[in-house]
C-alpha cells in the first residue's frame, strides 16, 4: 500500500477547477488499494468545500499546515491551538505591518479582520469580514496573514520565528504567512497518522510547491511540480506536471 499525501492550493487544484485527470488518477490510485490525502493551509471549512465542490476522493485531510487532521468520514482526530497570549502579540505584530488583513482559524472555521483596506486582498478578498476584533481565546488554532509582497511575507515569517518561537512558527506561502502552534508541521501530520494507523515511512510520498511544504518534502518521498520554485524542486525526489502524473508514476 502507498499512501500519497497532496498539497492543494498550486498542486492538486492550481486552476480554478482541479483537472478531471487527476480526480481519475486519484480514483485509481485508491482503487489499487492505495491511500490519498490533502495536506493543507487552507482551514478544514475551506478544504471541506473543496473536496465536496470537486468530488475528490479522500482517505483524511491534513488541515492548518498539520494542526489540525480530519478521517475520511471528516471527523476530528486532532486540533492544536496556540498559546493565547502569544496570539494577541502576534496579531498586534501582524497589524503594523503593510498586510491586506489577517485570518483567525478556530480549528474548524475561519475569520477574516481587515489590516489595511488600501491593500487589495488577493489571498481573502472573496471572505467576508468578521463583525468583531476580538481574540478566540483558548481556540486560535491558526493565524493567516494576507499580503502581496513576497520579500515582506519572508520578513514577517523570519520575525515570527525569531521573536515567537516557543509558541509558534510561520511558513511563507502563497500571498500569505501561515502562523501555526510550535511543533505543527506538514510533515507533523502526517507523521501523526503514520503512527496512528501504523504505516511504514517508505510507502509515504507526498507532493507540493511552496515553502510550507518543505518540512514534508524533506521528511517523506517528496515530489513537486514545474512550476515550483528551484528552492522546493532542489528538495524533491522528482519533478511533475501535475498530481495525475505523479500518482501514473507510483502505478509503475
Not at 481519475?24 to 482503487?31: L, S, W
Not at 478556530?106 to 488577493?122: F, L, P, S, T
Not at 501504523?198 to 507526498?206: A, L, Q, R
Not at 498530481?243 to 501514473?248: A, E
Request: charged letters at 25%; one cysteine or more; a negative charge.
Amino acid at each position: 500500500m502507498k499512501i500519497l499525501a497532496s498539497d492543494y492550493d498550486g498542486t492538486l487544484r492550481v486552476n480554478e477547477k482541479v483537472e478531471s485527470y487527476d480526480l481519475d488518477m486519484i480514483h485509481k490510485h485508491r482503487a489499487a488499494g492505495n491511500l490519498f490525502g490533502l495536506v493543507t493551509g487552507r482551514s478544514m471549512e475551506s478544504i471541506k468545500a473543496e473536496i465536496e465542490g470537486n468530488g475528490i476522493e479522500v482517505d483524511f485531510v491534513i488541515a492548518n499546515n498539520g494542526g489540525v487532521i480530519y478521517d475520511k468520514q471528516f471527523q476530528k482526530l486532532r486540533c492544536i491551538y496556540m498559546d493565547t497570549q502569544a496570539a494577541q502579540e502576534i496579531i498586534a505584530y501582524i497589524k503594523s505591518e503593510e498586510c491586506a488583513s489577517y485570518v483567525i482559524n478556530d480549528g474548524y472555521h475561519r475569520h477574516k479582520y481587515i489590516v489595511n483596506e488600501a491593500i487589495e486582498d488577493v489571498k481573502y478578498g472573496n471572505i467576508p469580514t468578521h463583525a468583531k476584533d476580538e481574540v478566540y481565546q483558548g481556540m486560535i488554532a491558526q493565524l493567516v496573514v494576507s499580503l502581496q509582497d513576497d520579500n515582506l511575507a519572508h520578513t514577517i515569517a523570519a520575525y515570527i520565528n525569531q521573536n515567537f518561537s516557543a509558541y509558534a512558527v510561520a511558513y511563507v506561502n502563497v500571498n500569505c504567512v501561515d502562523i501555526v502552534p510550535v511543533g505543527i508541521s506538514k510533515a507533523d501530520g502526517i507523521t501523526y497518522l503514520k503512527e496512528r494507523y501504523g504505516w511504514e515511512k517508505e510507502n509515504i510520498y507526498v507532493i507540493g510547491d511552496s515553502y510550507n511544504d518543505l518540512p514534508m518534502l524533506n521528511a517523506f518521498h517528496g515530489f513537486t511540480l514545474f512550476h515550483a520554485k528551484d528552492e522546493i524542486k532542489a528538495n524533491a525526489e522528482a519533478v511533475f506536471a501535475q498530481v495525475g502524473d505523479c500518482i501514473k508514476a507510483l502505478q509503475a
